[in-house]
């Protein structure tokens, strides 16, 4: 199995201030098709999972254009340019690579 | 706009079976544009996918859980369910179901049902 490392596990943040969170692949996620097969999603307190990002980059609908994705092979990162206090939660990496699909262990966004 | 519920018992006892089901409104399951998967969430394990189905009845399991599962649809009722048998306390979790969107060998899960606390327990 993809074995996901997601850090930092908490991240205190600013409201106004950018945020930037890690995702490591045990294997390259570059498929032969040039896409880096990689999703984000958050989950906010009390909701269940949602998609940010699919395919490395790309916003899902109605995700705001202060969240934006990029790396690529097995370096992953998530950035939100301005934090708002509405995208604190748990952000979890998620490889769509080959089955099993599976997780990282989640970062913790909290306004400081 | 598509929406998912789950339901099914939120106590079930060791050695038993666990049965869930989804229930798909505002899309069709026999559209053929989506897979549709469980997933689960524990304090422990964290998000686990557990598996998917098509309308055509085509499965992919997590191959953890393999020997353990059963994933069906019900056409008729716009409905997936999920068995899992022989379940311990590692197996409580909240279930999700979620609409899945499958290309190539590309997967990706949006939205998510609201999820259903089940608890393993004597």
């Known amino acids: 199995d993809i074995v996901m490392t997601q850090s930092p596990l908490h991240l205190p943040v600013t409201p106004g201030e950018p945020a930037s969170i890690s995702c490591r692949s045990s294997e390259s996620l570059l498929h032969v098709r040039g896409f880096s097969y990689l999703d984000w999603y958050l989950q906010k307190p009390g909701q269940s999972p949602q998609l940010l990002i699919y395919?490395?980059?790309n916003r899902a609908s109605g995700v705001p254009d202060r969240f934006s994705g990029s790396g690529s092979g097995t370096d992953f990162t998530l950035k939100i340019s301005r934090v708002e206090a509405e995208d604190v939660g748990v952000y979890y990496c998620?490889?769509?690579?080959?089955?099993?699909?599976?997780f990282g262990g989640g970062t913790k966004v909290e306004i400081k | 706009q598509v929406h998912l519920q789950e339901s099914g018992p939120g106590l079930v006892k060791p050695s038993e079976t666990l049965s869930l089901t989804c229930t798909v409104s505002g899309d069709s399951i026999t559209s053929g544009d989506y897979y549709w998967s469980w997933i689960r969430q524990s304090p422990g394990e964290g998000l686990q996918w557990i598996g998917f189905?098509?309308?055509?009845?085509?499965?992919?399991?997590n191959p953890s859980l393999k020997s353990r599962l059963f994933i069906s649809v019900d056409r008729s009722k716009n409905q997936f369910s999920l068995q899992l048998s022989s379940v311990t306390a590692a197996d409580t979790a909240v279930y999700y179901c979620?609409?899945?969107f499958g290309s190539g060998s590309y997967y990706s899960f949006d939205p998510w049902g609201q999820g259903i606390l089940v608890t393993v327990s004597s």
């Open positions: 979620v609409r899945t």
């Open positions: 395919l490395g980059s």
């Open positions: 189905i098509f309308y055509s009845g085509n499965t992919y399991y």
């Open positions: 998620m490889q769509a690579l080959q089955t099993p699909l599976t």
